[in-house]
Nanobody
Framework: QVQLVESGGGLLQAGDSLRLSCAAS????????MGWFRHAPGKEREFVAR????????AYANSVKERFTISRNNAKDMVYLQMNSLKPDDTAAYYC???????????????WGQGTQVTVSS
C-alpha cells in the first residue's frame, strides 16, 4: 500500500496562485495513478484532476480546466497541483489519492491523504 501526505494549503485572495504537494511512501509510486479531490462544507467530495502512472495523460474537472495543472515526479514520489486564478469557489479541503485501477470517481481510489485546506477570499 501507499501512504500520502499533502502540504501547501493556505489562506489566499481571489486571483492568487498556489501549488499543493503530495508526498508518497510505501509501494512503488509509479504503480499508481494519482488524483486530487476536494471537499467543501455542505458538498460532496469532488474530482479535481488525475494523472496517469507515467504522467503522460491528465484529466480535469470542467470547473478547474485551464486554471489547474496536475503533475508528478516519479523519481521523487511526488504529485503536485498547481492552482492559478483561484476563486472563492475553490475553497475546500484538498486530498491527494492513489489508485491501481485508474478512474475519476471517489470510489476508484483506495488510498487517501489527510487533506490540506485551501481558503480563497474575495
Amino acid at each position: 500500500q501507499v501512504q500520502l501526505v499533502e502540504s501547501g494549503g493556505g489562506l489566499l485572495q481571489a486571483g492568487d496562485s498556489l501549488r499543493l504537494s503530495c508526498a508518497a511512501s510505501g509501494r512503488t509510486f509509479s504503480t499508481y495513478s494519482m488524483g486530487w479531490f476536494r471537499h467543501a462544507p455542505g458538498k460532496e467530495r469532488e474530482f479535481v484532476a488525475r494523472i496517469s502512472r507515467s504522467g503522460i495523460s491528465t484529466a480535469y474537472a470542467n470547473s478547474v480546466k485551464e486554471r489547474f495543472t496536475i503533475s508528478r515526479n516519479n523519481a521523487k514520489d511526488m504529485v503536485y497541483l498547481q492552482m492559478n486564478s483561484l476563486k472563492p469557489d475553490d475553497t475546500a479541503a484538498y486530498y491527494c489519492a492513489a489508485t491501481e485501477r485508474g478512474g475519476a470517481g471517489v470510489f476508484d481510489y483506495d488510498y487517501w491523504g489527510q487533506g490540506t485546506q485551501v481558503t480563497v477570499s474575495s
